[in-house]
Structures are given as C-alpha cells and as structure tokens.
Nanobody, 123 residues
Framework: QVQLVESGGGLVQAGGSLRLSCAAS????????VGWFRQAPGKEREFVASSAWIATNTYYADSVKGRFTITRDNAKNTVYLEMNSLKVEDTAVYYC????????????????WGQGTQVTVSS
C-alpha cells in the first residue's frame, strides 16, 4: 500500500521560510517522479514543483522560481520543498504526489497523493 505523508506546514510571516517534507512508503521511490502541488481556498489545485526520478531534472511553477527548491533523498524515501521569501499568496494546502510518469505527475493524474499540509503566510 502506497502512502505519502506530508509534514512541516505551519504559520509563518511574509518573508519567512518553511521546509515541507513528504515521506513515501510502499513504492520504489527512486523510480518515481515526485511533485508538490497546492490548493488555496476557492482556487483549483496547481503545480508548484517536481523532481523526476533523475533528481537533477526539476521543474518549478513561475510563481515560485527562485524562492522554492525541491530536493529528494532516495535513501530516506523523502522529498522536500524548501520555501523561502514566502508571500501571503503562497498560503494554501500543499500536497505531494508521486508517479512513474513525469507527464502524468505534471498533469495531476497521479494515483498517489498525500493528505496535505497547511501553509499559512501572514502579512
């Protein structure tokens, strides 16, 4: 049974930083692309960042480029999202997802999703 468990969310002031973690189990983590997505109240879920199974292949939404960094530790079956210079508009529930296909991942068609972790950025 595949499980993805996010952690690290919380309340932070604008300009601050948070590090999200997503621990995976029940899959060969190194063979999967992993990604972070977010959903703000009243908005659709959107792509934030992804890391293909080749960890050097990373992708970012324009809105977070230069501020967020996705990394993965295959030995720990964990993917991280380092978020710096946070803005109020980054407030959302952040989800991680995994898929063997990077295209399916980017299209939010993954079968495997975490339960989400709340990030709230105050002004």
């Amino acid at each position: 049974q595949v499980q993805l468990v996010e952690s690290g969310g919380g309340l932070v002031q604008a300009g601050g930083s948070l590090r999200l973690s997503c621990a995976a189990s029940g899959l060969t983590f190194s063979a999967y692309g992993v990604g972070w997505f977010r959903q703000a109240p009243g908005k659709e879920r959107e792509f934030v960042a992804s890391s293909a199974w080749i960890a050097t292949n990373t992708y970012y939404a324009d809105s977070v480029k230069g501020r967020f960094t996705i990394t993965r530790d295959n030995a720990k079956n964990t993917v991280y999202l380092e978020m710096n210079s946070l803005k109020v508009e980054d407030t959302a529930v952040y989800y991680c997802a995994a898929d063997r296909s990077n295209q399916r991942l980017l299209n939010q068609q993954s079968n495997y999703w975490g339960q989400g972790t709340q990030v709230t950025v105050s002004s």
